[in-house]
T-cell receptor, first 113, second 115 residues
């Protein structure tokens, strides 16, 4: 059963506007979350992460928000650029134990120039 | 530059054949992982290894086996390939001693087609 879900397979946004990618999880024991970005013919690359003790983490144009009560996180990209066009995966993990990652199904973001 | 490499990058094989996918890393990381990616299913963990003597099954290990020949090498085998093993396969590494110990570094992937 998919413990991490990204319900929007695709998203299109105009250049300069905000992109919001959403992710939901079912296991309340997850306490660390990551976003990965994937270009065609390349492996996923780490983008940003957040621990469950925080509700927001910011890195340049990228901000991740965590709502533990709703078991929901989102990635905001502001302003969006054409180079941001890629598939974005959210992933969840546990702070203790094996630290394995549980990935969502991915959202393909297209930023239109 | 420290990296994760996978060979081959593309492979077409027939049902019933044995096939091995190889992964090498120069990052010096102890932990290595094998994932498969299928459309609409994201990445799913097949096997992971925390060091040369430690191999663990992931979410979908049936039909696969692995070998950790050295800290830098982790190979995935399909003993008798079947068409539903057609997928994109990724190797990854991580450093449990790093500040961001959850971060995994991925290779470029191997596209496997089983006819």
């Amino acid at each position: 059963d998919q413990q991490v879900k990204q319900n929007s397979p695709s998203l299109s946004v105009q250049e300069g506007r905000i992109s919001i990618l959403n992710c939901d999880y079912t296991n309340s024991m997850f306490d660390y979350f990551l976003w990965y970005k994937k270009y065609p013919a390349e492996g996923p690359t780490f983008l940003i992460s957040i621990s469950s003790i925080k509700d927001k983490n910011e890195d340049g144009r990228f901000t991740v928000f965590l709502n533990k009560s709703a078991k929901h996180l989102s990635l905001h990209i502001v302003p969006s650029q054409p180079g941001d066009s890629a598939v974005y995966f959210c992933a969840a993990s546990f702070q203790t134990g094996a630290n394995n990652l549980f990935f969502g199904t991915g959202t393909r973001l297209t930023v239109i120039p | 530059d420290a990296d994760v490499t996978q060979t081959p990058r593309n492979r077409i094989t027939k049902t019933g054949k044995r096939i091995m996918l190889e992964c090498s890393q120069t990052k010096g990381h102890d932990r290595m992982y094998w994932y498969r990616q299928d459309p609409g299913l994201g990445l799913r963990l097949i096997y992971y290894s925390f060091d040369v003597k430690d191999i663990n099954k992931g979410e979908i290990s049936d039909g696969y086996s692995v070998s950790r020949q050295a800290q830098a090498k982790f190979s995935l085998s399909l003993e008798s390939a079947i068409p539903n093993q057609t997928a994109l396969y990724f190797c990854a590494t991580s450093d449990p001693g790093a500040e961001r110990r959850h971060e995994q570094f991925f290779g470029p992937g191997t596209r496997l087609t089983v006819l």
